[in-house]
T-cell receptor, first 117, second 115 residues
Framework: DTGVSQDPRHKITKRGQNVTFRCDPI?????LYWYRQTLGQGPEFLTY????????KSRLLSDRFSAERPKGSFSTLEIQRTEQGDSAMYLC???????????????FGQGTRLTVV | AQSVTQLGSHVSVSEGALVLLRCNYS??????LFWYVQYPNQGLQLLLK??????LVKGINGFEAEFKKSETSFHLTKPSAHMSDAAEYFC?????????????FGTGTSLTVIP
């Protein structure tokens, strides 16, 4: 396993268009997280899944954002009707869940950089 | 509730000098603390983590950090800076393993190494 992978690495879209990003976590990890990072800021938590269940969503996740993890493996993050304020790096991370191991560190992908023009 | 504060958004050191990046945390539960490094247009790479074992934690690339509960601090140090250390560094906190593990990041410290 080569780690968390994200696709695409870069996306430029026109305002109002829909975009979808994909994240493939480390295979044995049952937790998957999405973060957003804007320029000069630390990553901000958006949502996370344990297996296929979405357990928490940040208030940052407006109704234009939807995330899925249908089979408990890869996840998609869709942004509808993109706005310029959505321009950011979207980071995916995965980890083991509490109880499975004391080693619950998160491993991050390289991110998808979204630019809305 | 958990949060971290990184003092100093930009730090410059000379090559070979001591690196000190500051992080203070706030946590209502026993914290797990992490330092991540991010190179331009890259994801986050874990440098080291504190998970309630030894208070002095050694990480990769010669970095270490000390957990000081009395000071609610987890500062990152490296005795001798190298040009390749130039990057953005993020401190993060999460709840201990039995209370969930969303990660809360600081705003980052950009390290410049001067030749």
């Amino acid at each position: 396993d080569t780690g968390v992978s994200q696709d695409p690495r870069h996306k430029i879209t026109k305002r109002g268009q829909n975009v979808t990003f994909r994240c493939d976590p480390i295979s044995e990890h049952n937790r998957l997280y999405w973060y957003r990072q804007t320029l000069g800021q630390g990553p901000e938590f958006l949502t996370y899944f344990q297996n296929e269940a979405q357990l928490e969503k940040s208030r940052l996740l407006s109704d234009r954002f939807s995330a899925e993890r249908p089979k408990g493996s890869f996840s998609t993050l869709e942004i509808q009707r993109t706005e310029q304020g959505d321009s950011a790096m979207y980071l995916c991370a995965s980890s083991l869940a509490p109880g499975q191991s004391r080693n619950t560190e998160a491993f991050f992908g390289q991110g998808t950089r979204l630019t809305v023009v | 509730a958990q949060s971290v504060t990184q003092l100093g958004s930009h730090v410059s050191v000379s090559e070979g000098a001591l690196v000190l990046l500051r992080c203070n945390y706030s946590s209502s539960v026993p914290p797990y603390l992490f330092w991540y490094v991010q190179y331009p247009n890259q994801g986050l790479q874990l440098l080291l983590k504190y998970t309630s074992a030894a208070t002095l934690v050694k990480g990769i690339n010669g970095f270490e950090a000390e957990f000081k509960k009395s000071e609610t601090s987890f500062h990152l140090t490296k005795p001798s800076a190298h040009m390749s250390d130039a990057a953005e560094y993020f401190c993060a906190v999460s709840g201990a393993v039995f209370t969930g593990n969303q990660f809360y990041f600081g705003t980052g410290t950009s390290l410049t190494v001067i030749p």
